[in-house]
């Protein structure tokens, strides 16, 4: 079956033919046509983009090996031992999936992505993180994830996360064990399927993900890995015996897990990762 070219690349093409000088050899003409002719067929939307290293731990450490430890598993670097090695980690997973994505958004047309448009991610209940932070009053720096600045593998402020009742998943709440809604969080498709966008609300620190921020998901669009960049502008304090919010500033970079059985070789017992709206 014969490929189907756009009719604009059909014209380009005749154009181009036309204003060539005469004297190239028809060898050379071929060669350009055949450029074209490429180059129509990717226009027509007929490639499918997939991202398939995007949608497991497996593909992740092939793009960024560093993400496999010595047993041949995948493990994040920790960030109070490894503070290089966690920053490189992060950055390449981040920068990944920018090519990815570039890539993916120039083998397709618009009305091809418009029209295949796929359910955004969901996420379980349970999360883990590791991640670097630091904090100012405007007078000190401190870091906000106990004495230190990093933290690993304790329980993520994600943890309690579950869809909003009535909203098709379109949005979703962290809620805690004493009932309290600490943040709320939206995830928004790419043109990857393993691959969304995401945005965070938080209640009593002004916190929100900034962009590039990523959620991984597998191929039935379970979310497994969130690469994110985090500010918080507020700190709660206590005023007269009320809660206020007060001026303040706080930047963290972080990797996000589902904490699944697979995963469970990074979890910890560190009770300082910071509680982003908790």
């Given at each position: ?218 191929e039935d669009g379970n979310a497994y890995l969130i690469v994110d960049l985090c500010v918080d502008l507020a700190k709660p304090r206590k005023i007269d015996k ?37």
């Open positions: 079956m014969r490929s189907q070219r756009a009719p604009g690349a059909r014209l380009a093409l005749a154009w181009l033919i036309m204003k060539l000088d005469r004297r190239i050899p028809l060898v050379g003409l071929a060669v350009v046509a055949l450029t074209a002719a490429t180059v129509s067929c990717s226009d027509s939307g007929s490639v499918t983009p997939t991202g398939d290293n995007l949608c497991s731990p497996d593909g992740l450490m092939t793009l960024v090996p560093e993400l496999q430890n010595a047993d041949g598993d995948f493990e994040i670097p920790n960030p109070t031992t490894d503070l290089e090695g966690f920053l490189k980690v992060q950055q390449g997973l981040t920068t990944a999936i920018d090519v990815d994505l570039v890539k993916a958004s120039v083998e397709v047309t618009a009305q091809s992505a418009a029209a295949n448009v796929t359910p955004a991610m969901t996420f379980q209940k349970e999360w883990r993180s590791a991640e670097i932070g630091v904090s100012t009053n405007g007078s000190t720096v401190s870091f906000p994830d106990g004495a230190g600045m990093a933290s690993y593998g304790g329980e993520s402020f994600l943890s309690g996360v579950e869809p909003v009742q009535g909203s098709s998943n379109a949005f979703f709440q962290v809620t805690k064990p004493d009932g309290t809604i600490s943040a709320l969080v939206s995830a928004a498709p790419t043109v990857l399927p393993c691959v969304n966008r995401l945005t965070l609300a938080t209640t009593n620190t002004a916190g929100t993900w900034m962009p590039p921020t990523y959620a991984l998901g597998d009320k809660s206020v919010l007060a001026p303040g500033a706080e930047l963290f970079t972080a990797i996000q897990w589902a904490d699944t059985p697979e995963m469970s070789h990074m979890a910890t017992d560190a009770a300082s990762s910071h509680q982003h709206g908790g």
